[in-house]
């Protein structure tokens, strides 16, 4: 039966102890870690629109491509002197 009495106050103060460690250890680290993933989520989504916006490039050029392969003659060749700048000659570029 003593040893009952003796063990109502050591779990009292031990509860009270867990608490306390929880509130200074514990929630400090769970609030930084909840800050670390909302930057690396910020990142993450950053990236994505990064990734979108170059494959939205990437299709629009191919879109062109595609376009300027099945134009035939005389329409390609409009297109093509159409993009030259006024004045400037043609470069070859040697292999």
């Not at 050029?61 to 409009?78: A, M, N, P, Q």
């Amino acid at each position: 039966m003593n040893n009952i009495a003796l063990l109502i106050p050591i779990m009292g103060i031990s509860c009270g102890l867990v608490a306390i460690i929880g509130g200074v250890f514990v929630r400090p680290w769970f609030k930084y870690r909840e800050k670390q993933l909302a930057t690396e989520a910020s990142m993450v989504a950053e990236k994505a629109a990064q990734y979108a916006a170059q494959t939205e490039r990437l299709e629009q050029r191919v879109r062109v491509l595609e376009r300027i392969i099945t134009d035939r003659g005389l329409v390609l060749s409009d297109e093509i002197e159409g993009l030259r700048i006024p004045g400037e000659t043609p470069v070859r570029i040697e292999h």
